[in-house]
């Protein structure tokens, strides 16, 4: 089972700032086995939205239409630490943020063929991490 920790988040950030998300991956089940790490977010009362994904295969990355642009996914496989870093932030950003990942090879192509990021397709979720925009 694939052990995920979201940090970096609580507080507030203001309307156009930035803000860096940290997830570490705890083995058993991570080093080589994991495909794909997303960045998910939910606002209360609304479904989970996928924010982006890594690739780790070919180092593909995905956003979705409204973080393209603003967000940067990235990873550091020596650290096992997934990052999101967040920059133009607005008010419609806030949210809970997760980190996900999952085991399946053909994660990526999933999401490509489904053209979103389907929360159903990650097996592996951290507790997540609030994001305020004010």
């Known amino acids: 089972h694939v052990q995920l920790v979201e940090s970096g988040g609580g507080g507030s950030v203001q309307t156009g700032g930035s803000l860096t998300l940290s997830c570490v991956a705890s083995?058993?089940?991570?080093?080589?086995?994991?495909?794909?790490m997303a960045w998910f977010r939910q606002v209360e009362g609304k479904e989970r939205e996928g924010v982006a994904n890594?690739?780790?295969?070919?180092?593909?990355?995905y956003y979705a239409d409204s973080t393209k642009g603003r967000f940067t996914i990235s990873l550091d496989n020596a650290k096992k630490t997934a990052y999101l870093t967040m920059n133009g932030l607005a008010p419609e950003d806030t949210g809970m943020y997760y980190c996900a990942a999952d085991q399946d090879p053909a994660c990526y192509f999933k999401i490509r063929a489904l053209g979103f990021m389907r929360p159903s397709l990650f097996h592996h979720w951290g507790q997540g991490t609030q994001v305020t925009v004010s």
């Open positions: 890594f690739y780790r295969n070919d180092g593909t990355k």
């Open positions: 083995a058993p089940g991570y080093t080589g086995d994991t495909f794909c």
